[in-house]
């Protein structure tokens, strides 16, 4: 051992040197970090994901892949090309108004002629207008929608309750199924559901209607 050693040595022993600090309480604290932040954070990645998925897959959007909008359970994402849409599905399996696992909501009572249940959700027709409703409360994005760049698309209110306004023709994207052709659309939250009325009516009316929805 060398003399520079051995005179470290005994400083060593000498010094008057501070506790370190305790370092567990802070490990603890970072690996317990409220489970909401992760949450927040998975779904707008998810939703980031799927914007520049519906940008890439049409090979004249890349370049001009604009903004998108979400409310809980549904998001819009701005192109300058629509993808090729398919005709409009069969909306599933019709269902008795008692099945759905949920109390359905209706404007202003009235019974609608037929309940499917499908995509997740279960879907109302009435005269003039189509109403699908499913239940959101786990944030998970179920409808995906891909609207041009010149078209009406909005965020609004329904009861205070946050809501987006599509006023033209754009795509809709269901689970497990291609891209379809949609109108006139509002989607909007209600407590632990998410509604998407759509229907031959402006904005105004659409938010009338969706008020009254109960």
């Known amino acids: 051992m060398t ?10 022993v000498h010094l008057d040197l501070p506790p370190a600090p305790p370092l ?4 603890r604290a970072r690996i317990a970090r409220p489970r909401r932040h992760r949450r927040v954070l998975a779904i707008g990645l998810a939703i980031g994901i799927f914007a520049l ?3 890439f897959a049409v090979p004249s959007s890349r370049a001009s892949l604009l903004r998108f909008f979400h409310v809980r359970g549904a998001a819009v994402t701005i192109v300058d090309k629509l993808p090729r849409l398919t005709p409009r ?5 019709p269902v008795r108004m008692d099945a759905p696992s949920f109390r359905l909501l209706l404007p202003n009572g009235r019974r609608p002629e037929q309940v499917y249940a499908g995509d997740g ?5 009435f005269r ?12 998970a994005t179920l409808i995906k929608k891909a609207a041009l760049g010149g078209t009406d698309v909005e965020y609004v209110d329904v009861r205070g309750e946050p809501a987006i306004w599509i006023g033209s023709h754009h795509a809709v994207y269901l689970p497990g199924g291609p891209p379809r052709a949609a109108g006139h659309v509002l989607i909007w939250q209600h407590g632990l559901l998410t509604l998407r009325l759509e229907a031959s009516v402006g904005r105004e ?10």
């Open 53 to 55: 998925a519906v940008a």
């Open 121 to 125: 959700g279960y879907w109302l027709r």
């Open 128 to 139: 003039g207008l189509l109403l699908f409703e499913f239940e959101s409360g786990d944030g």
């Open 89 to 93: 599905a069969p909306l599933g399996t």
């Open 3 to 12: 003399e520079l050693e051995l005179e470290l040595r005994d400083l060593a």
């Open 24 to 27: 567990a309480g802070a490990v």
């Open 205 to 214: 009316q659409a938010l009338a209607i969706a008020r009254r929805i109960r």
